[in-house]
């Protein structure tokens, strides 16, 4: 998976992404980051991307010829157009079935919007898909991007050490997962349950389902019934 970042602030991305496992996995070359700096496409000597809201308002609004720049470029040098994500609040809330399916991708291109945000005229030429993180606003699009890229790259194959562990996790299934213990056996006077210890599986296995059931109710009720909803359709 190739991922290319069109932002005013690409150290942020470099910065962000290139530790840990996404980090491990871009040494190992299952990953490419690419941070590309919109403000070096700016057709003007003061490096200037943004500009007054015509009708008026607070706040400044992303150029349309930067980002335009920017993007074309790119793909005149990959020799492609892949999908390109535009970060926003608008846009469609973002989920693990969407990650998996991005991971599919061989390429991706995410723009970063900042301030007001970009003008739609630009949008309109260059975007496949508009994504938010969740109902809330934040300064810019590249901690939404990063947030994408991490969820994405542990769909991609080898980059999580176990294969399996990306696959049994919260939201399968509509459920989220049972609760994990490691050692020691006992903490501050609380122990670990006792199922845990009695190496029968079968068990295990039937305790973490009722565990995923009840935190599922408690903490998320409505991915509960959606849970519950699924489970009428495929007995009928
Ligand atoms: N004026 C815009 C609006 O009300 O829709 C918000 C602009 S926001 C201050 C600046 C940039 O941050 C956006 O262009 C977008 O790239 C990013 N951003 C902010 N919140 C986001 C979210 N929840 N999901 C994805 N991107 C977000």
Same mark, same amino acid.
């Given at each position: 998976m190739n991922y290319y970042v069109l932002t005013l602030f690409p150290q942020m991305? %470099?910065?962000?992404?290139?530790?840990s496992i996404i980090g491990r996995a871009v040494k190992k070359g299952l990953l490419s980051l690419e941070a590309i700096n919109i403000r070096d496409y700016a057709?003007?000597?003061?490096? /200037?991307?943004?500009?007054?809201?015509?009708?008026g308002g607070a706040g400044m609004v992303m150029q349309a010829q930067p980002v335009y720049g920017a993007y074309e470029a790119l793909c005149k040098r990959i020799e492609r157009k892949p999908r390109l994500i535009y970060l926003t609040p608008q846009g469609r809330p973002f989920h693990q079935e969407m990650a998996k399916e991005m991971a599919k991708e061989k390429e991706l291109i995410f723009l970063c919007g900042h301030y $007001?945000?970009?003008d739609e005229r630009v949008l309109e030429e260059v975007v496949t898909d508009y994504i938010?993180?969740?109902?809330? &606003? %934040?300064?810019?699009g590249e901690l939404p991007a990063m947030?994408?890229?991490?969820?994405? =790259?542990?769909?991609?194959?080898? &980059?999580? =050490?176990n $294969? =399996? =562990?990306g696959e049994w996790e919260s939201f399968q299934n509509d459920l989220l997962e049972y609760p994990q213990y490691s050692r020691p /056996? $006992?903490?501050?006077g609380k122990e670990v349950p006792d199922v845990l210890l009695s190496g029968h599986h079968e068990k295990i296995e039937q305790w973490r389902q009722n565990q995923s059931k009840e935190r599922t109710k408690k903490w998320r009720p409505d991915l509960y019934i959606k849970y519950k909803e699924n489970q009428k359709k495929t007995s009928l």
């Open positions: 991305i %470099l910065d962000g992404l290139n530790t057709d003007n000597k003061h490096g /200037k991307v943004d500009d007054y809201p015509y009708g $007001e945000g970009i938010s993180i969740g109902d809330y &606003v %934040l300064t810019g947030v994408m890229m991490d969820c994405i =790259s542990r769909f991609v194959p080898g &980059v999580l =050490s $294969e =399996s =562990s /056996k $006992e903490w501050r």
